[in-house]
């Protein structure tokens, strides 16, 4: 390939759960041809995406089945499963490599850490220079030790390039040559609407899991709305098996004495149809964010946000002019925070005018175009 013709980019991803990195491809994918990338996507196992990522302009899906679910470190706890794991990482690597061979593969872009392992070593089988996009923090905090003992020197050495989806992400990849932060993608289908005089529904909008810290949110909003009329709408579900923490959110908020004024709506294809019958977001995660699209998307659509003053949020919200940012885990700070937003109109009609154009560079469209200008760096100049 050259520079300047079209290239035939290879996505991976060991799975099809609607998280965050999973959506932030499929937002990008119809915005490739336009950038000159013809995309393939190649999915580690079946799930509730399959046939959005089939759906999608443009994209071809690639099928291989019954690969990673067991690929990486899947029973990593003895040394058997170590092997185990090992050999059917390199097994699926073997014939991914086949895959990208057939398809003549310019580049391969890992869309998540499992599948940065077996492409990795399949992308160097084929002889394909690999884009490692990597959409965590490689942070003990919520990633498995065994898992980032297997990332970190492979995240190093074998990619051509890594692009980081915050700075706060880059700050965790090994040292290492061409580590390019591009935030976003982030988009809505929200039409921006102005606030409400007065602001009566605050959402949260992450999948349900204990680091999200929903629980937060709900403990904040009892104290900072005694016996209102303000009501709390909570989107998501589990994706990932924490069902328990699912449950007791139910049970919290029962506890609370709340369970009349909140809402759980479970997951929401769309969550942009939603915020139009939003006030306020608030995002309240335990630990640093490493990008967190709901913050953006949320920014897009127009409506104030409340988000940690760490990770992601922090690198695109201006507190008070684009969100209010709160210190991490801090209760009170985030009582203070919902009355302040409840009380001041003109704050949430200020926030709501200024983080749509914010966010408007985080597009997928710009986005595209920017993968596409990292892919062309990696070829030869001829
Ligand atoms: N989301 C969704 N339906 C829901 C709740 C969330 O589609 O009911 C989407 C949300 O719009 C966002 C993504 O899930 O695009 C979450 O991405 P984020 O980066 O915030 O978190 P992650 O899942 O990557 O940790």
Redesign the pocket.
């Known amino acids: 390939p050259d520079r300047a013709g079209p290239l035939r980019v290879v996505y991976l991803d060991h799975c099809a759960e ?4 999973e ?1 932030a491809l499929l937002d990008v994918l119809p915005h490739l041809p336009a950038h000159g990338v013809i995309p393939y996507v190649v999915l580690g196992r079946e799930g509730p995406l399959l046939e959005r990522f089939s759906d999608a302009a443009a994209t071809r899906v690639l099928r291989l089945p019954d690969a990673a679910a067991k690929v990486g470190v899947s029973g990593a706890g003895t040394r058997g499963g170590r092997a185990a794991a090992g050999a059917a990482t390199l097994a699926y690597a073997v014939r991914l490599a086949a895959l990208l061979r057939s398809v003549k593969a310019d580049v391969v872009h890992a869309n998540s850490l499992k599948a940065g392992v077996y492409g990795s070593v399949a992308a160097r089988l084929a002889g394909v220079p690999l884009v490692w996009h990597v ?1 965590d923090r490689l942070s003990e905090e919520y990633i498995q030790p065994s898992m980032l003992q297997i990332v970190r020197p492979l995240v190093r050495r074998l990619p051509a390039a890594v692009i980081a989806n915050s700075n706060a992400t880059a700050a965790t990849v090994p040292p290492r040559e061409r580590v390019e932060v591009v935030h976003g993608p982030v988009t809505t289908t929200a039409a921006p609407t102005p606030p409400a005089p007065v602001a009566t529904t605050y959402a949260t ?3 349900l899991s204990p680091w999200k810290g929903q629980d937060r949110f709900l403990s904040a909003f009892a104290r900072a709305f005694p016996g209102g009329r303000e009501r709390a709408l909570v ?3 589990a994706l990932f098996g924490e069902d328990d923490y699912a449950a007791a959110l139910h049970d919290l908020v029962a506890e609370l004495g709340i369970a009349d004024r909140v809402a759980f709506a479970g ?3 769309d ?1 942009g149809r939603v915020l139009g019958s939003v006030d306020v977001v608030v995002h309240t995660p335990t630990i640093a964010e490493p ?4 913050v953006g ?1 949320a920014m897009a659509a127009g409506i104030p946000v409340i988000a940690p003053a760490a990770g992601g949020p922090l690198e695109i919200i201006e507190d008070g002019r684009t969100g209010l940012l709160v210190p991490m885990n801090d209760e009170d700070a985030l009582v203070e925070a919902l009355r302040k937003i409840a009380g001041d109109g003109a704050l949430r009609r200020r926030l709501a005018a200024s983080a749509p154009a914010a966010v408007a560079p985080l597009a997928p469209a710009p986005v595209a175009g920017r993968y596409a200008e990292i892919y062309r760096a990696l070829l030869p100049d001829s």
């Open positions: 609607p998280a965050g990195g959506l959409h909008l992450s999948r989107l998501g579900a997951h929401v294809d969550v990008f967190g699209r709901v998307e």
